[in-house]
Each structure stands twice: as structure tokens, then as C-alpha cells.
């Protein structure tokens, strides 16, 4: 039997729903519009120009770029080919960006004009980086010499190689940061994310109806997987911009009659600030998701106050479960306020002790999970993949407890990862980079309560004997070596931190000391 009969890749998803939908509207971009029979015929093309510039099945092809519908293209086109997708936040600096392209043995770069700079940059920085593709972004901008056209490469006439690709092939990398100073590698297959498509369809009820805007970057997991790729995969329209500021963002919402739209809670919080903000520009808007952290209780009544016709979900989970985990429903937003719900359709999840035993209602314990979404592991990372799946669960390093009736509340985190403004901040990391100040004896970094940011990164340092440092040092040096979002938001100067009889850094305490009151 040929493979192809019962293949099931990212790029046979839009495929099929190009057969199913031909004539209606998928990408609008700024002043892109591509019908679905356009887009699926572009990806084909765009695929057949990433062979024609050397591109082959399972290389590794990074992305550098802000939402666009080129960014959109080339997500399908490298399934359509086989290659493999790494994309990159585009707030790490040089140094960190080299990194990922080191570690992941990325030979192609794709960018745009905005961030072309930052792209050669860390290409330079010992990479095997030996070529770049140019995206075209949101607005008009001029393509950059010495890469690679995404236009040319998009009307490429040759044939397309035959796909070798398989559901069980390698798909993306996707790194993510842990307790580690180094990201990790996400390995996942296409049949991982597929299966995560249809549990997204399921319990975020994606249907072929929604006109969703994606605004919150294609980079991220969420936005790429959880809503984009399964919109595609349903049929849905689909607004993208490179744009998430509040005046931005409601004029889209109200320009596309948007029904359907994903923000982190600083998101949301923004949009009900903006002296723009006007339920009445939002009549289309009947379902709005949030994740990343959970939403204040007092947001979730303005939320119901304002936007009364807007159905709210909180989606919870990780990039190694690509990335949806459990789901709290529109019904259960008020009734169990900061829950992040139960399990989805395709996943299995469970709150243990260290002995792998279910904790019983109110017991903290981890969140472990078992899924078809699950990465295959850590990319060229075998002891801490081993460590991540240790008695048979994937271990999400996440502590919780469980309700009588099951709802999951998350509680703290093993891996003491600090979630700002809806990006993850691995606190070892800052606190190593903070280590490099000579007058820095120790430091713990937390996250804090914060109206903004939800959480917000806060230093607290002990000098050594007889040093001086100040906040605005200690924030200027971080900015200087890493994203921005990364750096403290505040530091505090104290004379010890708080420790158990085994020395072990009592993160908890300080949150308690510090948190606002």
C-alpha cells in the first residue's frame, strides 16, 4: 500500500480543507487575502522553492519573525516539504537566539525586514547558518539583499518532490525555558499536533464559523497551535497582525466582525483600559480565551460585566504537550474562579506525590500528564527527557490540587518558572545572569502579583560585605544581556534569604514577604 493513502501530515490538514472550502476566505493580512484554494496552491509552491534553495525533508528551519502571512505560509510549506520548523522568540537577544540555532542545527533562517538585523546577528555567532529567507510582514516593506525572496520562492514552477513525510515524523522543535539556564528542545511530531488540533476543536469548540484574530505571536505554541493551526485545520477565517497593542487590536475586532480571539490576561486587561475600549465596536465577539496565567477574579466579573456576550475559556498546558492540556469552560469561570479545569478529550492527567499516587482533594502535588500531544522528548537531551517521563506520566514540573469535583488549581511550580506578560521566565536563568555582578553575594528571583504584567520578574539580592549595587545596575545589566521581558521588574535589597535546616532557598516565603498586600 502506498503511505500516502492513509498520510495524515500539518500540510494534508490544510489540503483537506481546501478541497472541503475552496472559495472561502482563510488569511487576511493587512492587504493579503487568500482564499483557501489560494493558500493550499501558494504553500505548494512556497514548498517546491524550499527544494529548489536545498531545503529537504527533516532539515531544520528556523523562524525569526513577527505574525504575518508569511509566517503563515512557510509554517505549512515546511510540513508540505518534510523540513522541520524551530521558531524563535523574537525578544531574546543575539547571544540567545545563537543558541537555540546552535542547538537545534537550524542551516536556514527566515525573517523580515524588522528583524533582519537581530537574524544576522546571531547567525554570526558561530551558527550553521547559510542562508535567509525574507518574509514580507503585515505593512509594505522592502525585501533585504542577500536572502532569499518569499515571493520568488512562493512562484516557483517546479514539481514538488513526492512526500515522504509521516504522521510519526518530526514536525518542530519548539524550546522553552526550565529551571536550566539553556532552553530545551520540544520534539513534536506532526501526529502530535493534529491530535492536539482535534482536541482544541473539541473542548474550545473551533468551528468552521469563527472569523479569528491571531494576534499574540505565531513564535508562541499557543497562538500557533492551539488556535491558528486548528482554525486551519476546521476551516475557520482568519485576521493575522503583527500588531497586539489595545488601539490595534479593537480595531481589528470590530474592521472583521471578530468572533473569535485568544489573549494572555495582561492582554485583556489592556483592551478593558484603553479609553478605545467600547463593548458595542465588540458585538461580533462571542468567544474570548486566556492562558499562560490565570485571570484575576476581579477582571473575569468586568470581563462578564462588559462583554456579557463573550464566553470565556482558560486554557492550560505546555509546549511538550503541544501545548493543551486541561480546559476550564465558559460555565465554570465564576464557579471556580483561578482553576484550571480538567483534562482534555486527548489527554490524561493526574495530581501525584512523589510516590506517583493520586493526591487526595486539597493535597498539593504534580500535575503529570499522559497524551498522544506529547513530544517525543528533549532534542539531543536524553537524561532530561528520561527525568521528564520518569515512571511512565510526563512530569510537567507544575504543583497542584484537586477539587472534589476534579478541577485542577495550579499552586506553584516546581521549576520555579515566572509567567509575565504571558511569556515564560526561567528564574535560575536570571538569577545566573545576575550572579555575574561582583557585588551580588546570593539572589532568589520570584514572580510577584502584578496589575500588569500578572506576575512580575522581582530580584531580591544580598550584597557582599561592604558593596554597593542599585535596582537600576541591576536592570541595566540584564538588559543588556537578555530579553528585555526577562529582566526584573523590581529588585529588593535584604540581608539574608530565607532557608529550611538543609539550606534549601525558601521561594515561598519571600513571595509571602514581598507579594503587594
Not at 499522559?370 to 537524561?383: A, I, K, Q, T, V
Not at 561592604?466 to 526584573?488: D, I, S, W, Y
Amino acid at each position: 500500500m502506498n503511505p500516502a493513502v492513509r498520510r495524515q501530515t500539518i500540510a494534508d490538514a490544510l489540503h483537506r480543507t481546501a478541497c472541503r472550502l475552496p472559495d472561502k476566505l482563510a488569511i487576511v493580512c493587512g492587504q493579503t487575502r487568500w482564499t483557501y484554494a489560494e493558500f493550499n496552491a501558494l504553500v505548494s509552491r512556497l514548498a517546491a522553492g524550499l527544494n529548489r534553495i536545498g531545503i529537504g525533508e527533516g532539515d531544520k528551519v528556523a523562524v525569526l519573525a513577527r505574525n504575518s502571512h508569511g509566517f503563515a505560509a512557510l509554517r505549512f510549506a515546511l510540513a508540505r516539504r518534510g523540513a522541520v520548523l524551530v521558531p524563535i522568540n523574537f525578544m531574546l537577544k543575539a547571544e540567545e537566539v545563537a543558541y537555540i540555532l546552535r542547538h537545534a542545527g537550524a542551516r536556514t533562517l527566515a525573517t523580515d525586514s524588522g528583524l533582519a538585523a537581530l537574524a544576522r546577528d546571531a547567525a554570526a555567532l558561530d551558527t550553521l547558518v547559510g542562508q535567509f529567507i525574507w518574509l514580507p510582514s503585515e505593512d509594505a516593506s522592502e525585501p533585504i539583499d542577500g536572502m532569499h525572496r518569499f515571493e520568488d520562492l512562493a512562484s516557483c514552477s517546479d514539481p514538488l518532490p513526492p512526500a515522504g513525510t509521516q504522521s510519526t515524523d518530526l514536525a518542530q522543535i519548539v524550546y522553552t525555558s526550565g529551571t536550566e539556564s539553556m532552553p530545551k528542545g520540544a520534539m513534536l511530531t506532526h501526529e502530535a499536533v493534529l491530535w492536539q488540533y482535534v482536541s482544541c476543536v473539541i473542548n474550545a469548540e473551533i468551528a468552521e464559523q469563527d472569523r479569528t484574530l491571531h494576534a499574540l505571536p505565531l513564535y508562541h505554541c499557543a497562538q500557533l497551535d492551539v488556535f491558528f493551526g486548528p482554525a486551519i485545520y476546521i476551516g475557520s477565517s482568519n485576521v493575522i497582525t503583527g500588531k497586539p497593542t489595545p488601539d490595534n487590536l479593537l480595531a481589528l475586532l470590530e474592521q472583521h466582525q471578530i468572533t473569535s480571539f485568544f489573549a494572555p490576561p495582561t492582554v485583556w486587561i489592556a483592551l478593558l483600559r484603553s479609553p478605545l475600549f467600547d463593548a458595542d465596536r465588540l458585538a461580533h465577539l462571542a468567544k474570548g480565551y486566556y492562558g499562560a496565567s490565570i485571570m484575576p477574579v476581579e477582571v473575569l466579573k468586568e470581563l462578564a460585566s462588559r462583554l456579557p456576550r463573550v464566553r470565556l475559556w482558560n486554557l492550560y498546558g505546555q509546549t511538550e504537550i503541544a501545548p493543551l492540556a486541561t480546559m476550564l469552560a465558559p460555565e465554570d469561570q465564576l464557579r471556580k474562579p483561578g482553576s484550571c479545569g480538567k483534562a482534555v478529550i486527548n489527554v490524561e492527567t493526574r495530581v501525584v506525590n512523589d510516590a506517583m499516587q493520586d493526591v487526595a482533594p486539597g493535597e498539593v502535588g504534580e500535575i503529570v500528564h499522559r497524551s498522544p500531544h506529547l513530544m517525543l522528548g528533549y532534542f539531543n537531551d536524553p537524561e532530561r527527557t528520561e527525568a521528564a517521563f520518569a515512571g511512565g506520566w510526563f512530569h510537567s514540573g507544575d504543583l497542584a490540587t484537586v477539587d472534589e469535583e476534579g478541577y485542577i488549581s495550579v499552586v506553584d511550580r516546581k521549576k520555579d518558572m515566572i509567567k509575565t506578560g504571558g511569556e515564560n521566565v526561567a528564574s535560575r536563568e536570571v538569577e545566573e545572569m545576575i550572579y555575574r555582578l561582583p557585588a551580588v553575594s546570593e539572589v532568589a528571583v520570584i514572580g510577584l502579583p502584578d496589575p500588569k504584567w500578572v506576575e512580575a520578574v522581582t530580584a531580591v539580592i544580598v550584597l557582599k560585605a561592604g558593596q554597593n549595587l542599585t535596582e537600576a545596575e541591576v536592570v541595566a545589566h540584564c538588559h543588556e544581556h537578555m530579553a528585555h521581558f526577562k529582566a526584573p521588574k523590581r529588585v529588593v535589597f535584604t540581608d539574608a534569604l530565607p532557608k529550611n535546616p538543609s539550606g534549601k532557598l525558601l521561594k515561598r516565603e519571600l513571595r509571602q514577604r514581598y507579594s503587594p498586600a
